[in-house]
């Protein structure tokens, strides 16, 4: 084992994706399987002590990761490939494709800046999509009425409307940067991409919800953007079934790398195949 400068001590930081189908969530918890809990008994039975990890954030039950990042500290070194006795250990649904060591003590969740995701939907039955993406057997989605509302997101910062817990949270302040709907080219699938600087629980998949009701003509924009003018408006809260949604992109300061899952890339395509509305 190599010791680590004591003067100047590393942190590790993972980069990691994983299929959220058999999890229930990122974050461990004692009466449930949650990818934290795999990866942290992997690590500890190769470096032989107990060892503790710091997620980017967190996932809900069955929702995916194409690009995740979690921090670990070590007493000591290794010499050996850590890389590849960890994936020869983890299960198919969990990958490890980088370990950076990072100087100082930068965190995995506090220091992201931005985080991106992509919510799929098709309209049929499909076994190669339905875990994940989401089913909806709609064909004529109003897709220009949806992204009227998907461009309201830019102009508000306060999600307690579309939050399950806000109450939780110091603030329900996010500033969103991006949110767009886009169609394939053949006009059957729907993806929905939004990135912010911070994410509150099941947000993405209840302003999913909301989206989906107003393509459905279930709910109109101008209703939409009263939750959004007036945050405490009372309102139902119904998320969006978490299989279709993918966190797709997490961004530091010091650290911006392309997401590496090929199936993620496979499921966007070519630029060409997806197009905005």
Request: proline share 6%; aromatic share 12%.
């Amino acid at each position: 084992m190599k010791p680590l400068n004591p003067i100047n001590p590393l942190r590790y930081f993972f980069h990691i994706a994983y299929m959220g189908t058999h999890y229930n969530g990122w974050q461990k918890n004692p009466d449930a399987h949650s990818v934290q809990a795999v990866l942290e008994k992997a690590l500890s039975q190769i470096l032989k002590t107990p060892t503790y990890i710091v997620g980017c954030g967190r996932t809900d039950a069955h929702v995916h990761a194409s690009q995740f990042f979690f921090h670990m500290d070590a007493e000591e070194g290794w010499d050996y490939d850590l890389l590849f006795r960890l994936n020869k250990l983890l299960p198919d649904d969990i990958a490890v494709f980088d370990i950076i060591p990072m100087p100082g003590l930068p965190h995995a969740r506090f220091d992201a800046i931005q985080r991106s995701y992509n919510y799929f939907i098709h309209p049929y039955k499909d076994p190669f999509l339905n875990k994940v993406s989401t089913q909806y057997a709609i064909k004529d989605w109003d897709v220009e009425q949806m992204q009227r509302a998907a461009s309201l997101l830019l102009r508000y910062n306060d999600y307690h409307a579309f939050c399950a817990t806000p109450d939780k949270n110091e603030h329900t302040i996010c500033n969103i940067s991006a949110a767009t709907i886009f169609t394939d080219n053949t006009g059957d699938k729907l993806r929905f991409y939004i990135s912010a600087n911070r994410f509150l629980g099941k947000m993405v998949r209840t302003l999913m919800g909301k989206l989906i009701d107003i393509g459905t003509g279930k709910l109109s924009v101008d209703a939409f953007e009263q939750h959004l003018i007036n945050p405490l408006l009372p309102q139902e809260i119904k998320p969006a079934y978490p299989q279709g949604l993918h966190l797709s992109k997490i961004t530091y300061p010091y650290l911006d790398l392309a997401p590496k899952s090929i199936f993620s890339q496979m499921l966007l395509g070519e630029a060409s195949a997806w197009k905005s509305v």
